[in-house]
């Protein structure tokens, strides 16, 4: 429990962390990785180099400070961060290495600011916070391990099935190597994969979205190649994957996690909206509904470049087809002649809110929604001019946690 003294310190400094903060974690992050460069393994280095996780990490640290009063607020944000932190392997013993580097980066960018009182008590904050993120973190390993089918670590999956979906997106169909029984997951949840690329000093580490529903024992990867951007670090593992990984192939695999998930116990009508292979969760959550609650009206909405580009169309048409409660609309940026003399599309140009409303007549839905940032930040926009409440708004963003609002 942190005395009084020191809750008043830590939030007296958490302006200058709002400020200041992504400062102090790329200060952080360098010198963490010079001390521990086996902490590479572990950490994506092109959101590194973007600064996304710099960023990510400053927000949470000053969430931290301002609700140090009251932590159970931010026990969301650490949920999300600590399933994450789950899917990698982080340890508790690698907590107090973390603390020793963000004090250290905190007195080096604060200079004669960040005064002994001011470091002692963000050291006995740390504490406590990192007691939080060990706490749960331990008993989301306990929980995914003591599950039919669960494991702790990475267990190996044979690819059992590579199929290609559109122009960029590829589906892995993984069993166990094992044989052993696969442990369920809720709609919208990830996986992770651990790389060792030939010629890379360090591991890498990736979450894919489980496109399928849960149960058919398989999990399905359905991952986009990232070829065609000039971050060589952000494409490295899907490129990987699709011209090196072949059936027969092993890769090693944390088991399902993460807080984005269809609410299983509810019939409210759901939309699920995606964009790009962001319908990955969307279509696992859509063939959940139809499969198991098939009284629940659903609608699915994606939004694709043309044709070409869009995955799993069958397979979403076909589901669909099987319930009088669901419905789906595609709509192409670009479609082309194919696209338009087939009439295979129901819009063009992009989802905004006007023909949004024209196919959805219920605002009272829950709202489901994954895509590339600009696609996720209009929905956004689009929805909140609508009215519809943040509490019925769920979003996954890939990689460190964005806001929507900017």
């Known amino acids: 429990m942190l005395s009084a003294h020191t809750i008043g310190i830590i939030k007296s400094t958490a302006p200058v962390l709002e400020t200041m903060g992504t400062e102090i974690t790329k200060n952080f992050y360098t010198k963490l990785f010079t001390s521990h460069p086996e902490l590479l393994n572990i950490f994506n280095h092109a959101n590194q180099r973007k600064g996304k996780q710099q960023a990510a990490l400053a927000n949470a640290v000053y969430a931290a400070a301002a609700n140090i009063d009251n932590l159970p607020a931010i026990l969301p944000v650490v949920k999300q961060i600590a399933y994450k932190h789950r899917s990698l392997g982080v340890k508790p013993e690698q907590y107090p290495i973390v603390g020793e580097n963000l004090l250290a980066a905190m007195k080096e960018v604060l ?55 559109s122009d960029v997106i590829t589906s892995f169909y993984l069993v166990p190597e094992d044989k052993g029984a696969l442990a369920d997951y809720l709609p919208g949840q990830y996986i992770s994969i651990k790389l060792k690329i030939p010629g890379e000093e360090y591991t890498h580490i990736r979450q894919y979205s489980l496109s399928d529903s849960s149960g058919k024992g398989y999990y399905r990867l359905s991952i986009k190649r990232e070829d065609a951007l000039k971050d060589y670090e952000q494409g490295i593992v899907s490129n990987y994957l699709h011209a090196h990984i072949n059936e027969g192939d092993t890769l090693a695999l944390a088991a399902p996690g993460g807080d984005f998930h269809l609410d299983t116990t509810s019939n409210t009508p759901v939309v699920l909206l995606s964009g790009g292979v962001g319908l990955t969760p969307l279509v696992s959550m859509l063939n959940t509904v139809v ?28 589901t669909v087809a099987k319930s009088d409660n669901a419905h789906a609309y595609f709509v192409y940026e670009c479609p082309t002649d194919s696209d338009t003399q087939s009439q295979c599309f129901h819009h063009q140009g992009y989802i905004n809110l006007e023909w949004l409303q024209s196919v959805i007549t219920n605002s009272e839905a829950e709202f489901y929604c994954c895509g590339p940032l600009p696609f996720m930040k209009a929905m956004y926009r689009a929805l909140n ?18 806001n929507l609002e900017s």
């Open 111 to 165: 200079g004669d600011a960040a005064t002994p009182e001011i470091l002692g008590a963000w050291a006995e904050a740390y504490g406590v916070i990192a007691d939080v993120f060990i706490s749960v973190e331990t008993e989301m390993y306990e929980e995914v391990a003591s599950q039919p089918g669960g494991w702790k670590d990475f267990r190996n999956f044979t690819v059992d099935r590579k199929v290609k979906e």
């Open 291 to 318: 499969e198991k609650q098939p009284t629940r009206k659903v609608t699915f909405i994606h939004a694709a470049i043309s044709g070409t580009h869009h995955a799993l169309r069958g397979e979403v048409e076909e």
């Open 385 to 402: 001019t609508w009215g519809v409440p943040s509490e019925r708004l769920h979003y996954e963003v890939f990689g460190p946690a964005e």
